[in-house]
């Protein structure tokens, strides 16, 4: 299979799931959003997620897939393209690579270390900050549980620069997948390079939003 | 002006290179780069040291054969232009210049700044061209190509196979040199009959001959001498989806 081994079928597959990806981190924060109406909102989004257990598996099991994907081609292509170069100019005058083209495999190495301590913590419990509880309406108390852990300074911190890292690597991937894909052309170059790390920085201050304002103490217990 | 050169010197593909000092001297702001760089090999082969070996040909920008990376950009990073293009009006009296080869592990070194591009060549015979019945010359309006249409494949088909584009890339990719046949032909008529064949058989050449893969820097854009685009790049890539369903 040509797509599974050849060195553009290959970016395909990784602009795929990169795609996937950015779509879970829209309905993610979308539904990370709920926490600003208080515990009644949160609580009960929480529920209904939940309450269809098939339909969270199948999105988990996707979920799952498309990392998996992204990881390893990403690692196997920056191995070869690590290969194909021996970068040994004595002097180098970038012209138009970036600090986050460049660190892709590193921002993304972070990012999934991330995202299995972020699964150990709100979604194993498995972390020694996370608190958990049913609220008065018989729920998972998912408000007291995130309000609890981000009051910690340095678990919002981690939190924090983790969406750095996602910032640096969604504005180089938004508009790499956009020309992965082939819907690019002259017009657009500049247009997607712009509109990726506008995208990425609003994506980046949402996220971060929450611990901010969990910290300033305007989302209490 | 004078200058003093760093000039990486490699005696073969399998000895160990170096860069060395030289001083250039009086040079004219008039001259072209290479013609500074034969006048300091003129000093070197009447103090009996061996001349500095680069690859020339029609010094006048239009054949691919020049290829120094100065001071860490190929063709030494004025727009558009070659080795052989640029002038030593560029330059300031005293300046220190970094001159060395292509660097990429499909690009092995021969000697000096001389590099094996042959690699880019099998590329091209993997795919770039299309096949035809010899015989008389075809009637020029036989097959009839709209004005937009021509202009996108000339200006695909300005590549001049030069180089520059992987010597630039931090991945050692020919993704924007490969994309540039594969977009100038599948965009005409006359290719658009292999052109599923075409870019299956001009990407795996790239991978099997030590070519890395394009993580869309656009470092290559930027150092082409003739402005070749990244839209070719994307054009490549929708061309490689369609072959994946034929």
Redesign the interface.
């Known amino acids: 299979m ?2 599974l081994t ?7 597959l990784m602009s795929i799931t990169g795609q996937l990806l950015i779509i879970f981190v829209l309905i993610h924060l979308i539904g990370n959003s709920t926490i600003f109406f208080g515990p009644a909102g949160i609580n009960a989004y929480a529920e209904h997620l939940h309450s269809l257990p098939p339909l969270v598996w199948l999105f988990r099991l996707v979920m799952l897939a498309a990392v998996s994907v992204h990881i390893c081609y990403g690692v196997m ?1 920056t191995l ?2 690590k ?16 600090f986050a ?2 660190n ?1 495999v590193w921002t993304g190495a972070l990012l999934g270390c991330f995202i299995v301590y972020h699964l150990a913590q709100f979604t194993i419990h498995g972390t020694p900050d996370v608190v958990v509880g049913m609220d008065a309406a018989n729920r998972v108390d998912v408000f007291k549980m995130v309000v609890t852990s981000f009051g910690h300074a340095l678990i919002s911190l981690t939190y924090m620069i983790a969406m750095v890292m996602l910032f640096l690597h969604l504005s ?1 991937g938004i ?2 997948f956009l ?8 017009k657009t ?1 500049p247009v997607f390079s712009t509109g990726g790390k506008v995208i990425s920085a609003v994506l980046m201050l949402a996220y971060i939003s929450i611990p901010v304002v969990i910290l300033a103490g305007l989302l209490k217990l | 002006m004078n200058l003093i050169l760093h000039v990486w010197r490699q005696k073969g593909p399998k000895e160990p290179g170096k860069l060395e000092q030289y001083e250039a001297k009086n040079v004219s702001p008039d001259q072209s780069f290479l013609e500074m760089l034969d006048e300091v090999n003129d000093t070197l082969i009447k103090t009996g040291k061996d001349p500095i070996v680069f690859d020339h040909d029609c010094r006048e920008g239009i054949c691919g054969m020049c290829s120094q990376v100065i001071n860490g950009v190929p063709h030494g990073g004025q727009e558009r232009t070659t080795v052989c293009q640029l002038h030593m009006r560029k330059f300031k009296d005293g300046d220190a210049i970094y001159i060395e080869p292509w660097r990429a592990l499909a690009f092995p070194i021969i000697k000096d700044l001389i590099v094996d591009r042959s690699a880019m060549e099998r590329i091209i015979q993997a795919g770039g061209y299309t096949s035809c019945h010899t015989g008389g010359v075809a009637d020029g309006n036989a097959i009839l190509v709209p004005k937009p249409v021509a202009d996108y494949a000339m200006d695909a088909a300005e590549c001049i196979g030069c180089g520059a584009c992987i010597a630039a890339c931090p991945n050692g990719s020919a993704m924007l040199f490969t994309s540039a046949k594969v977009a100038q032909l599948a965009s005409l008529p006359q290719g658009q009959a292999e052109a599923a064949e075409r870019v299956c058989n001009m990407t795996d050449a790239m991978q099997a001959n030590g070519f890395g893969n394009c993580s869309n820097h656009y470092e290559c854009q930027a150092a082409c001498p003739k402005g070749i685009s990244v839209k070719f790049i994307a054009k490549l890539n929708r061309e490689y989806q369609k072959a994946l369903f034929k």
């Not at chain 1, 050849?6 to 395909?12: A, C, D, L, P, T």
């Not at chain 1, 021996?86 to 690579?97: H, I, S, T, W």
């Not at chain 1, 020309?179 to 002259?186: A, E, I, S, V, Y």
């Open positions: 040509r797509i050849g060195s553009v079928g290959r970016k395909i292509l070869e393209n290969a194909a170069n021996p970068g040994a100019y004595a002097v180098k005058r970038q012209l138009k690579a970036s083209s460049e892709m180089h508009p790499s020309q992965t894909m082939g819907w690019n052309n002259d170059i």
